[in-house]
């Protein structure tokens, strides 16, 4: 099983540029969430998934889309990126047989010009 | 909502020390996760408990419910053991909600 995949691992955008955080699981998890974690602030829910169909917004929501597309899959979207974006974001799933325990992505490093 | 302090922030130890890492949280708690980040690289599950006592090679995860406090312990520290321990809460409305709030994290280092 590969756990929680994320693509891409890096990426550069310029200010106004638009781009899709892929994020995937093959854990049959019913839960996932994207985090952006910046220096000194710790991990920021942004979005999360607690089911299939279901999305809805975490702490730190705007300038960002989500779309739950099926269990295994759920992207983040920047419209229009600007540089308070530059973070690194991870995905994580949740859900049975490790009911509670998240499991992370490797993570994206963003940086916007 | 609910507030995670960690401390301390930074922590530098020699080799074969025992470490202690202190997380406090503000209001009711359905479950306390432990978390390792290593320089650069992704972040890993070492700990979930909501009662009691959890141990897992030379890692100890104690946690106090009345007192809203959880400690992390290395016994026998190893350089390999430097990383970001992140301590993060679950609301006691449980449910299949699994959101966390995270503390900010403490920095390990521990030197040969």
């Known amino acids: 099983n590969a756990g929680v995949t994320q693509t891409p691992k890096f990426q550069v955008l310029k200010t106004g540029q638009s781009m899709t955080l892929q994020c995937a699981q093959d854990?049959?998890?019913?839960?996932m969430y994207w985090y952006r974690q910046d220096p000194g602030m710790g991990l920021r829910l942004i979005y999360y998934s607690a089911s299939e169909g279901t999305t809805d917004k975490g702490e730190v929501p705007n300038g960002y889309n989500v779309s739950r597309l099926n269990k295994r899959e759920f992207s983040l979207r920047l419209e229009s990126a600007a540089p308070s974006q530059t973070s690194v974001y991870f995905c994580?799933?949740?859900?049975?047989?490790?009911?509670?325990?998240?499991?992370f992505g490797p993570g994206t490093r963003l940086t916007v010009l | 909502k609910n507030e995670v302090e960690q401390s301390p922030q930074n922590l530098t130890a020699q080799e074969g020390e025992f470490i202690t890492i202190n997380c406090s949280y503000s209001v009711g708690i359905s479950a306390l996760h432990w978390l390792q980040q290593h320089p650069g690289g992704g972040i890993v599950s070492l700990f979930m408990?909501?009662?009691g006592k959890k141990k897992h090679g030379r890692l100890i995860a104690t946690i106090n419910i009345q007192e809203k406090h959880s400690s992390l312990h290395i016994t026998a520290s190893h350089p390999r053991d430097s990383a970001v321990y992140i301590c993060a809460v679950r609301g006691a409305s449980g449910g299949s909600n699994y959101k966390l709030t995270f503390g900010k994290g403490t920095l390990l280092t521990v030197n040969p």
């Open positions: 854990m049959n998890h019913n839960s």
């Open positions: 408990l909501s009662s």
């Open positions: 994580a799933s949740a859900g049975s047989p490790h009911i509670g325990e998240q499991f």
